[in-house]
Nanobody
Framework: QEQLVESGGGLVQAGGSLRLSCRAQ???????????VGWYRQASGKQRELVAR???????EYADSVNGRFTISRDNSRKTVTLQMSSLKSEDTAVYFC?????WGRGTQVTVPS
């Protein structure tokens, strides 16, 4: 049983949008609130890279490749982390992983055909 469960992945045409969600379903609320949260991705044959994250102080950080197209948010009352993706490109094709503190989800596939 995972600490984090991702959902929302799928196949989207270039220029389309997709929303990824992550729920820390087995994590205690106080623990969840204390952690940084983020989304990472790993394309086939490449290393995992940061997509976006929210630091403890509330600031956000985005990879240059997604800045302006993706938006990360968190809802502490629901223990969720959301990644809204717009203007998707084929380069966004990857497995996307949710991160909360030191915990990782199993990943969800996002595919944008060339």
């Amino acid at each position: 049983q995972e600490q984090l469960v991702e959902s929302g992945g799928g196949l989207v045409q270039a220029g389309g949008s997709l929303r990824l969600s992550c729920r820390a379903q087995r994590m205690i609320f106080s623990v969840y609130r204390s952690h940084d949260v983020g989304w990472y991705r790993q394309a086939s044959g490449k290393q995992r890279e940061l997509v976006a994250r929210i630091l403890s102080g509330g600031s956000t950080e985005y990879a240059d490749s997604v800045n302006g197209r993706f938006t990360i948010s968190r809802d502490n009352s629901r223990k969720t982390v959301t990644l809204q993706m717009s203007s998707l490109k084929s380069e966004d094709t990857a497995v996307y992983f949710c991160m909360v503190g030191d915990f990782w989800g199993r990943g969800t596939q996002v595919t944008v055909p060339s």
